[in-house]
Structure formats: C-alpha cells, structure tokens
C-alpha cells in the first residue's frame, strides 16, 4: 500500500509555494504522493485564487526528492495532447522520474467547459479523451507519429527526448463506479483514480464495493501487459484513531486498493487543520 495526500489548485492551496511547502512537509513525514486537483473554475460564480496544476507541481518536484506527484486529475479534454505531451515529458525528467498522471473528462461540464465555448457533452468529451490518450502515447514514443481522429490530428510530429519512465508515464484514469465504461477504460492503462456513485464526492467507496470494482477491471485487463495495475482511492479522513486507521488500511489493501490518498481541502476543515492531519503522516 502506498499513501499520498490530494489537495487543491485553489483558495489557501492556490499558490505555487503554498503547494511545494506541503508537498515538503508530507515527504519529510513518510507520504509516498503528493497529488493536486486540475480546475480552472471548479464552479460558476466561485471566488477564490487559483494556481496552474502543472506550475505547482513543477516547484513541488524542485522541492522534493523522493514523493511521487501528479495531478489528480487533468482533464484532456479541455487540453491539447500534444502540450500535455511537452509538459507532462519535461516534468518526468525534471521530477527524475516521479510523475503519475491523472487523467479524466473533466468535472464540472458547465463552469470547466461551456464557460469558455468548449463540448461539455458527455460523449464528446469520453471520444476526446480516448482520441487523447493515443496522441498522448504516441508523441511519447520520440518516433515520427501521425494520428487522424475525429477531434485530433497530427501529422508527421516527432517529439524528443522521450519519458524517463519506461516503457512511459504512469497513466491513471479516473472513473465512477458502477459505471463500467470509465472502468473499461482504465483497464487498458496503469490505474485508476476511483470514486462510488454510492459514496460522498469526498468519501471513500466501501471496501466492498471496491471489492467488487476491482474484480470488474482485472477481469478485462490485458494479462499480457506485465506492467503493475493501481488502484487508488481518495477521500477518507484519518488520523484521529491510529488503531482503527489500521484496521481501515487492512480492510481496503484486502480488497485491492494500492493507494490511500488523503484529501485535503478547505471544505472539510480549515487549512491549518488539514496541514496538521498531512504533518501527522500516512495512516
């Protein structure tokens, strides 16, 4: 089991400096991830400050040595694969290996989406990710790629140097159970970020739902891909209890859960109280 801690891009967490001071203080006190959400708006009318994902976990990487980090999740729909290619290429290197990379359709529709004249149609958004997803590999493979779909096209591009990580970046998609397609999906790369129709938005499924879940995903994955398969969750608060955190772990690595990502946001508690639940360490 690994243990990580999600936080995000906006309010008291919404700086560069903020996030790589944490992203400090959970490695020096045993995390294994450091992870932060990808949101340009998160609602329509919400005030608060905001920082790029991907500037924040560029100081977090200078600010680390040993933490995986990643954000959880990008939404590649609203970007272009080949950016998403340069960036998340260069912070592979930068992080010396350290990246995983989220990746979903983006959540809300309305505020992430529509706002700034982009599809916030389901379908649409599932094709672009898909679509995504290929470009994405592709370019990483630093030989000449072409690729012709119906939202993305490239023609001839070659993009050097190739990922650190081989044979590429962890890739992990988010996905909504029971809802199969998402876990369809996420069966073809290396793990899912998952959440439960039947939970909180920021509540952990039951270990027996995961049960369940994680069954339905190893069942259609590709068995003669040796590459390892994660499963994380988030949500969840520990800390107060040691022993029944414990208990809590036990009960969900049985089930087949591979990372406990602590979520940590002003909507829980107030800041300082989440920093100390992340300076009080991995369950």
Known sequence: MHFGVSMPNFAEYGDPQTFAELAREAEAVGWDG??????LAFQKGFRAPFCDPWVALTAAAMATERVKLGPLVTPLPR???WVLARQSVS????????LI?????G???DAEFEAFGEEGDARLRAEKLDEGLEVLTGLWSGEQFSYAGRHFQVHEALFQPTPLQQPRIPIWLAG???RKAPMRRAARWDGISAYSLNAGWDEMMPAAELREMVAYIQHRRDTTVAQPFDVALGGFSTGADRARDAELVAEYADA??????ESLHGFRAPFEEMRARLRLGPP
């Open 34 to 39: 450091v992870f932060i959400w990808d949101h």
């Open 256 to 261: 087949g859960l591979t990372w406990w990502i």
């Open 79 to 81: 970007r272009r694969p």
């Open 176 to 178: 909504v159970w029971p």
């Open 91 to 98: 912070l592979d290197h930068l992080s010396r290996g350290r």
């Open 101 to 105: 990379l989220g990746l979903g359709l």
């Open 107 to 109: 959540d809300p529709a």
